[in-house]
């Protein structure tokens, strides 16, 4: 296989600093190795994230996101992880109406003393990533813009 | 007004340049950044040094936001804003971009980590771009502890906070304090009773003024945070009144069901359904073992309440407390609130089952006993009465055989670690069984003999030289049985040949293991624990008592194997940083609170007063506040959020449909300013 063709998933990671954001340092304490392909964004809760944010994020270029916090009712706010779960919920099939694979979201729990299972997390995410391939929806409806041909923004993700 | 930003690349000694290049990520971070006004690179940037060339650099340039890229904020976000403060600057513009747990500790690919940390320091710096200065709250410090726990640790530990002058609240989850010294008969290295060193110091905490003890209990829940933890503690149905019980014995003497194997006494010795674990519980009085009582059985057969029963009622027959009995059958759970301001873990070990080492027996023969089960074979107070007696036939054993790392040191059986105690209280059985069966025989198998501590090693040749145990190097392969005897198979490795020894009494050290439940309780609290569910201390050699969660700190063998001594040591440092934290009125918090929009008239705010998120803020945080013209008539309502209430978790802020709520710290513009910087390279 040629080597230019090789994709390599661009992945974003919104982590709760309670859980999930030290999960991760747990697993660099360990030196557990895992695929490099993930950049981390650190808030103070999953419940604080702007369904926006994601979007925002595949603009950027983002394959797929990882949203991961503490476990349901260990949330160090008390409900935030569950406020998260359902405006993830409304926000699912505004996704699909969008054109975006939900498969592109992943979320998950990740405790603070769960540095293998961040490790598998986020090797899960690469490779369901990986074999949706790149994510051009956000490209082609800019696209839409310029040439109105209307063809690419009801093909959506190919993915 | 732009801001002149400058990136600090720590080498963290070769922690991250060993995979990390560092002149990399500066230079590119330098060319690509037009607002980067200086970078360097520095060998240890937490050091003396690495903190003054952070002020001199700020002071020099002119500095007016800083991003170290170094390791976890949660190590060093303080240092480096502390730093900062000195120099004038407010310590919010000052941001940790992670590139040793997330990056060189993780990627041991040089060009791999190398991008990964450009793109990590570069999210970063657009951060710090629209990072505002603010000003740290102070919060009230709840005075009071909690300890969880009524082992050797949690006892001590609260001891000592008390003397200390502070609350102490401790929760032990059996019907009594004590933990697993109380079980022991005599302790090495000085051969001194258990009991009589461990006893008055439960009677020391049961009676101290400034302790509160919870026994039969549990911890539902934790909320809060450092200086003000909200605590549930669950008191589980005891069927006893302790207010009311004197612990006169006469329940528990009356009680028909004699045959429940004591869990005190490690199932060689037993109880009754109604009983106190062992003679010198503090509290001395029962509790109901609901499953195994009659009465309880007959009620839950017949689906009625328990009081309902006719079956039995002796105990309650017995109880002379008039007019209201101190037995109550239907006694339900009770949940107690405290507000605590530090809390001390001392949650304890477990014995490995037995049950897992067939090949030795265990589980199968009764002969076959474990290290605990010795301990009460030789306690004065144990079902034995002191006396070495094995349990099938209560003979006095000729031959005992002992065998060390049992599941210790052994990968295959899931614990790789030394249980550290093992070695020094199988020399202890030897004498303890020496002095008691003058004429018997000892063998001890080891694999080596690890006594380092003070008088430790002289105890263990005591044991060779003096009582004369015969300690072979090697491994047994098999114990089985032969008649009335054990046959131990092994190998002495010194001189090459195999063993086989006719014993009349096996005993196993076994392995000292995490609590069956860590993992489950080491969520509910958010600590971190090791691959062997042991808690982990936040630091391995300079923060040995934190855990990984502010104000919670661990003492004692939930933090891995240690003998007595230790426990004790390492319960008074985490007793010491418990007082500190107390010793203060106030601690200072994390400015990072949400704020509700406020402008000129005539818009006053963009908030339209929708309180969506007051419906959805866990901290009952965001009031409502009227907005009045000069003449007091109400122009608008809007919310507005009580920073001493709110926690900062931003659910408002991502709830607002106007976007008029901002979380300190990490509002839109700062997250969206990481996100735009996601260039993936
Ligand atoms: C066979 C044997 C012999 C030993 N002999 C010696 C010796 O001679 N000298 C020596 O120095 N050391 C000896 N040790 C080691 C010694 O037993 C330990 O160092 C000591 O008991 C540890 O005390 P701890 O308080 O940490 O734990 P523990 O004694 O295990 O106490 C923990 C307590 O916490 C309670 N608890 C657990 N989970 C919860 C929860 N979730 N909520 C509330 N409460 C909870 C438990 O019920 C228990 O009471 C020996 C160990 C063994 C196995
Ligand atoms: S008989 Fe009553 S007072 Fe005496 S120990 Fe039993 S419950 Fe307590
Ligand atoms: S940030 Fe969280 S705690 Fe603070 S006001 Fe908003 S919802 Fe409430």
Redesign the interface.
Known sequence: MAEETKFEP?I?AFLCN??TY?G???????????Q?NV???????T????PL?LI??FE???DGILVSG??PG?C?????NY?ARR?WNVFRPLLEFCGINPERIQFSWV???EGGKWVETINGVVDTVRALGPFEGYQKINAVGSDASGEAATSGDTG | MSKKIGVFVCHCGTNISATVDVEKVAEETKKNNPRVAYTTTYKYMCSDPGQKLLRDKIKEEGLTGVVVAAC???MHEHTFRNAAVKTGLNPYHVEIS?I????S?????IP??T??SI??VR?MTEKTRKDKSLTAIKVPVTKRALVIGGGIAGIQAALDIADGGQEVVMVEREASIGGHMAQLSETFPTLDCSQCIMTPKMVEAAQHDNITMYTWSEIESI?G?LGNFDVKIRKKARSVDLDLCTGCSSCWQVCPCKKIKSEFDMGIGNRTAIYIPFPQAIPSKPVIDRENCILFKDARKKNIKPNDSKVCRKCIDACPIAPVKAIDYNQEDEIVDVKIGAIIVATGFRELEDGLYGEYGGGKYEDVITGLQFERLASASGPTEGKIKRPSDGKEPEIVVFIQCVGSRDPAKGCSYCSKTCCMYTAKHTMLYKHKVHDGHAFVFYIDIRCAGKSYEEFSQRAIEEEGATYLRGRVSRVYKKGEKLIVLGADTLTGSVVEIEADMVVLASAMKAQDDA?QF???L????D?DKFF?EMHPKLKPVES??AGIFLAGTCQGPKDIPETVAQAGAAASKVLALLSSDELEREP?VARVDRQLPPVFSTCIGCFYCQK?C??SAIESEDIKARDGSVIKTVARVNEGLC?????C???CRSKSVE?EG?N?EQ??A???A???N
């Open positions: 661009r974003v309670w859980c030290a991760a340092d747990l697993a660099g304490t360990g030196r557990n190795q895992y490099a950049r981390v964004i650190k808030l103070p809760c419940g604080g994230i702007d944010f925002k994020a950027r270029g983002a503490c476990h260990d160090h706010y008390n409900s935030g406020h405006r405790s603070a003393a | 976890s904020p949660k992670n040793r747990e997330q990056c500790w993780v990627h041991p690919d791999t980590g991008d990964k793109d990590l999210m909320t945070y993992e080491a969520q509910k958010s600590i971190q624990y691959k982990s990984s969660s990072v959805v866990p901290y926690q900062g978790c931003g659910l802020a991502a709830t979380l990490f839109d997250i969206y990481e996100i735009n996601l260039e993936f």
